[in-house]
């Protein structure tokens, strides 16, 4: 003990440093464990899509909608869920919804948007479309208009 006092008198900067980030790490786990909404890997998608009626719901914009988006997947922007001005989605209040964007953290304001609004059952792609892609998963692109 008298080894681990004299270490941290002499070196209280990175003593310091490394109490910051303990403390961060369990703030961290914390939040994640009380949010109102889930993260969730690609596969544990398509497992909620295809057993419990789950709707996956893209919150990017319409160009990056239209240039790859998840077959199925209502377009809903995160500002008009923010806004409560979602009425597509409102039929779905009970089953699961899994908000998509690109890299997942605009997905996560909009879940707290809507796990506050009511809806039971919210999820997050966790790192969106990129991890989507990586699970070598299929996309729908929309034609352009000519």
């Known amino acids: 003990m008298q080894q681990f006092i004299e270490f941290v008198q002499a070196n209280l900067i990175l003593s310091l440093v490394w109490v910051g980030l303990v403390v961060a790490l369990i703030l961290s786990v914390i939040k994640q464990k009380t949010a109102l909404y889930k993260i969730i890997t690609p596969s544990d998608a398509t497992i909620l899509v295809n057993r419990e009626k789950g709707v996956f719901v893209?919150?990017?914009?319409?160009?990056?909608?239209?240039?790859?988006?998840?077959?199925?997947?209502?377009?809903?922007?995160?500002?008009?869920?923010?806004?409560?001005?979602?009425?597509?989605?409102?039929?779905?209040?009970?089953?699961?919804?899994?908000?998509?964007?690109?890299?997942?953290?605009?997905?996560?304001?909009?879940?707290?948007?809507?796990?506050?609004?009511?809806?039971?059952?919210?999820?997050?792609?966790?790192?969106?479309?990129?991890?989507?892609?990586?699970?070598?998963?299929?996309?729908i692109r929309s034609k352009k208009k000519k």
């Open 58 to 139: 893209d919150v990017r914009s319409r160009d990056e909608y239209r240039a790859g988006h998840i077959a199925g997947a209502l377009h809903v922007l995160a500002k008009d869920i923010k806004a409560n001005n979602a009425a597509e989605i409102e039929k779905h209040k009970s089953d699961p919804i899994i908000l998509v964007c690109k890299t997942g953290q605009t997905a996560i304001e909009s879940a707290n948007a809507l796990a506050k609004a009511g809806f039971e059952n919210v999820n997050v792609l966790k790192d969106g479309l990129i991890s989507w892609n990586e699970a070598n998963l299929p996309l």
